[in-house]
């Protein structure tokens, strides 16, 4: 186990929303041990825990929070958040949606890098897979399974020649989502641009922050960043979506076709399924350590 972390100082970052198209301003700031990932939705006063029951909505996005108080698309700050192992912050925001940035984590690892990674005096419980579980339903499939360490294996399947079928696993550590995964930029199909606006989604949207795939191939200048960048988003997304357990999980995750409403499922599922999962805190160590020398 190792030991709690927060940033050594605040961070901040501005921009519009992917979907809502509002302007906002997010501030990081430093946390107390065992504080947890906790927003604060500044213009309303209104504080977010970010666990599973805080989840208002999935569709095509992951939104936090409660009737008067939400906040929309906290997944690829999450992911940021969770990739570099940071257990403790308060995320304050003064606006309905996370800025989208470039529809990547990387400017906010960057972020949170500059700010600097501190340890904190007490160890981070951790969530270990000890029995197979399954979630399916009529699209998707995610299943855990006992692993020494944390794995993702993610597969997609698009009706799409550009997209078509990837698969990709990753041990997942900071090295590994600051290379691998955090530069993969959300994407979307020219075909659903009008079906999303028509559903109030997707209004600040553009080439500058989201792959865009029209028919004949991508429509951003600058191209893919990876030839497999759809996967790697997805392997994103559910790493945001994950951190709502509250606790770093240690096993192998195999996710077929899933977004955000089945990773929401399966958290609930895989939290209602005592005997698939130890909880080990300090606690259970130092006991384990009395047995060990009695």
């Known amino acids: 186990m190792r030991l709690q972390r ?7 970052f501005c921009g519009i929303g992917l979907h809502t ?11 107390s041990r065992d504080t947890g990932l906790v927003f604060y939705r500044t213009d309303k006063r209104a504080l977010i825990r970010a666990n599973t029951s805080s989840v208002l909505d999935t569709s095509f996005a992951t939104t936090i929070g409660y009737e008067g108080a939400k906040i929309k698309t906290v997944e690829h700050l999450l992911a940021a958040i969770t990739g570099l192992g940071i257990d403790n912050l ?101 075909r659903d641009v009008e079906m999303l606006k028509a559903n109030g989604l997707a209004k600040g949207g553009s ?3 989201a792959v865009v795939v029209g028919d004949d191939g991508i429509l951003n200048s600058s191209g893919l960043r990876f030839c497999d960048e759809f996967v790697r988003h997805k392997i994103l997304d559910t790493i945001g979506d994950i951190s709502l ?49 009695s």
């Not at 927060?6 to 901040?12: H, M």
């Open 90 to 190: 308060l995320i304050e925001v003064d606006g309905p949606e996370i800025p989208i940035l470039d529809g990547s984590s990387t400017e906010l690892t960057c972020l949170i890098l500059d700010a600097g990674i501190a340890k904190q005096g007490r160890k981070m419980p951790h969530l270990v897979i000890t029995k197979p579980i399954m979630y399916r339903d009529t699209h998707s499939s995610i299943m855990a399974f006992p692993f020494d360490g944390t794995r993702i294996s993610y597969s997609i399947n698009f009706d799409h020649h550009i997209v078509g079928r990837q698969e990709m696993t990753i041990d997942l550590n900071e090295e590994s989502f600051v290379k691998e995964i955090a530069p993969a930029r959300t994407f979307g199909f020219l």
């Open 6 to 12: 927060t940033i050594k100082k605040e961070a901040s």
């Open 245 to 293: 357990l509250g606790f770093p999980i240690r096993g192998h995750l195999l996710l077929e076709k899933a977004g955000h409403t089945a990773n929401l499922r399966f958290m609930k599922k895989l939290l209602s399924s005592i005997d698939c999962f130890n909880l080990i805190s300090e606690v259970d160590l130092s006991s384990q350590q009395v047995l060990n020398y």
């Open 21 to 31: 198209g509002r302007h906002a301003t997010v501030r990081l700031k430093p946390a």
């Open 207 to 209: 080439l500058d922050n």
